[in-house]
């Protein structure tokens, strides 16, 4: 196996191919305009085109299967990738947002994503949000019956400005990664239909009240095989066809299906792809395409991963045990998951020389290390690429989602610089700051500056 190799067997090589190309020439411009060097030695980088294109591929998937004039919202969810302008390149792009906390709608509304194009979720939505949610027209999905409530005395009987709905669990069964699913017998996510009396529960919900006309599921990430989101939508359109019987009128008039479509994260390869999942869903599902009812889905990963790449610098190249070891500025910092749960998360390493060029050589098996001070700071073990050397970089591929965005400051190691970058129209490569690096002055204010003495004078504080 060559590493970098671009695959161009597998069908989709214009656009994965275009990918490896892409991201070589960031990589080489990166190195040749200074972005990164001695003494920035870790960079992340956003491939514009390829986000462009996944949001394009989504749009085209749903277009295929839908009747013409039913109401689509693509929204992404912010967690994701919860950086301002890649919420306003999506929203460039006709995608929306999913809110699950404070921060995201905060994001998203900095983006300038409609209220309109926003829905909010979460499993602990307090009941100011909520407030916050309906007077600015924010669609929400109750989790719960508690929550339910609130959306009763907030509603007051009047007619809400939001579209609201419920979150239920069909509790379908989990996939590989306990961790993400979403739709086992016991997760925390939404009313759990298969319980006693649950489903009826949800049935007499909708009755008593007009205003609740969305349904909304979630049972996907990664991990999950497409039959089994398939299976969660099919039931959650079958509880609204059921809703919508004995209410002897549409109430329910959109289904929110939720997102979690698997991310390949052992290639250059996108698959599965959404064309794949919305015609798996028109077989399995052939109602929920025929114009009864709006759809809104709440892609993630699998609209960002692909095209995010982490670019770290070698620091020391060196050996333990038979085994070389490249010591890089990538580590649990920016590979949280892959760090701590490799099995579920393993990440491809691409290798670049000095000077940004992908690295030729035989495959040498080694570990890629990051910068923070315990043993299992691995960004990948036992990987075969070409030898990596001192002042080469490593590149942890398909991060774009859920990885450098979501900074977790072990070692008071700062948050790196977020590139955005493109073609520049002369052969070249243009990039745009999206997110600048975290100054160490920054790191020192956060960890409480300005509060040096709280604990020494506490003692002689007065009593309170
Ligand atoms: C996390 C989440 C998503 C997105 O999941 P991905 O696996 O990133 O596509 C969508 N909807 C809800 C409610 C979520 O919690």
Known sequence: MRANTEQTEDGTDDVTGGAARRRHAAVRAAVEQGLLNDDVPLVALLDVTGIRQSAASLRAAFEEVTAPGTPVLHAFAVKASPLVPVLRLLRAEGIGAEVASPGELALARAAGVEPER?????????LAELREALALGIAVNADNPQELARLDALVAGADPRSPLGIRVNPQVGGGSIEALSTATATS????ALRDEGAREWVVRAYLDRPWLTRLHAHTGSQGIALSMMARG?????ELAEEINR?????????LDIGGGLPVNFASEETRPTYAEYTRLLKETVPGLFDGRYGLVTEFGRSLLAKHGTVVARVEYAKSAGGR????????????TRTVYAPGSW????????AKGRPKEGPAVVQDVAGPACFAGDLLAQGQELPLLEQGDYAAALDTGAYYFAHHYAYNSLPRPAVLGFAPDGAGGVTFATVRPAQPIEEIVTESGAAHTDALTTLATAPPV
């Open 233 to 237: 939508v099919a039931e959650t359109y």
């Open 346 to 353: 393993p990440l491809r390493i691409a290798a670049y020389d």
């Open 324 to 335: 070389p070891v490249a010591v890089t500025h990538a580590g649990v910092q920016v590979a």
């Open 246 to 254: 004995r209410a002897g009128r549409r109430q329910v008039d959109t």
């Open 188 to 191: 925390k996510f939404g009313v």
């Open 118 to 126: 926003t829905v909010l979720d979460s499993p602990a939505k307090t």
